[in-house]
Nanobody, 116 residues
Framework: QVQLVESGGDWVQPGESLRLSCAASVSIFNFRAMGWYRQAPGKERELVATFTSGGGTNYADTMKGRFTISRDYRKNTVYLQMNSLKPEDTAVYYC??????????WGQGTQVTVSS
């Protein structure tokens, strides 16, 4: 059973930074794709940043230049560094991983609140 556990969410003021972590219970080499999504109150879940099956990265336009996705194979962990946070970044952030078989896994989410 694949488990994804997010951490690092917090309440911060506009302009501050946070780093989210997503720890997988299996080697992240197993995943076809892996990344971050978010869901704000009353809105649909949306892409934030992902590693693609080709080894590249994909960012939502509003996150480009502020957010950076990275991974540590030794720790089976994917990170999301978020800089220059804005109130509109407030959301629950979810980690998602896709297997070559087509199976899809989600973490439980971590809350990020950006407010003065």
């Amino acid at each position: 059973q694949v488990q994804l556990v997010e951490s690092g969410g917090d309440w911060v003021q506009p302009g501050e930074s946070l780093r989210l972590s997503c720890a997988a219970s299996v080697s992240i080499f197993n995943f076809r794709a892996m990344g971050w999504y978010r869901q704000a109150p009353g809105k649909e879940r949306e892409l934030v940043a992902t590693f693609t099956s080709g080894g590249g990265t994909n960012y939502a336009d509003t996150m480009k230049g502020r957010f950076t996705i990275s991974r540590d194979y030794r720790k089976n962990t994917v990170y999301l560094q978020m800089n220059s946070l804005k109130p509109e970044d407030t959301a629950v952030y979810y980690c998602r991983a896709g297997m070559p078989t087509g199976a899809d896994y989600w973490g439980q989410g971590t809350q990020v609140t950006v407010s003065s």
